[in-house]
């Protein structure tokens, strides 16, 4: 029974009322404030670094001028010497040394071992004599 319900009944219903047109709300981007800011910055940027290249310029200068003071100091304190004439009168003559003359040796190719001292300090003949040595008869690798 109350399957049979009118289908005048879901027409009958009322439309919902059209909406008044909406206004768009002002709105302000922020591009304006951000470009000040950004201008602000700049300029206090330019500012630090022509402050910083003004006070270094102005430490060279102090320091050329002080560079240029201990030179002008040093130039006046200088007083030129003349050097000392060679004794043309007195002729030098070589004298002969009097210490021994080298005695020549067969040159040594070997590999020395820096762990024993007695071998170097020694004589060359300590390399094949003395079997305390451990690298006395060790292969060259």
């Known amino acids: 029974m109350e399957r049979t319900i009118s ?3 879901f027409k009958a219903s009322p439309k919902p009322s059209a909406k008044e047109n909406t206004r768009p709300q002002e709105f302000k981007l922020h591009t304006e404030q951000r470009a000040v800011k950004r201008a602000m910055f700049n ?20 320091q050329k001028m002080i ?3 201990e030179v002008r100091l040093l130039r006046k ?7 000392l004439m ?8 070589p004298q002969r040394s ?6 020549p040796r ?14 170097i300090l020694e004589n060359e003949l300590c ?7 451990s690298h006395a008869w060790s292969p060259i690798k």
Not at 86 to 92: E, H, V
């Open 7 to 9: 289908k005048s009944a």
């Open 43 to 62: 300029y206090s940027m330019a500012t630090k670094l022509y402050l910083m290249e003004f006070q270094k310029k102005q430490v060279e200068r102090l």
């Open 67 to 69: 560079d240029e003071e």
């Open 77 to 83: 304190e200088m007083v030129p010497k003349a050097q």
């Open 86 to 93: 060679p004794f043309f009168d007195r002729p030098f003559f």
């Open 98 to 103: 009097s210490r021994p003359l080298t005695i």
């Open 106 to 119: 067969e040159p040594s190719f070997r590999s020395v071992n820096s762990k024993c001292w007695s071998c």
């Open 127 to 133: 390399y094949f004599q003395n079997a305390h040595c």
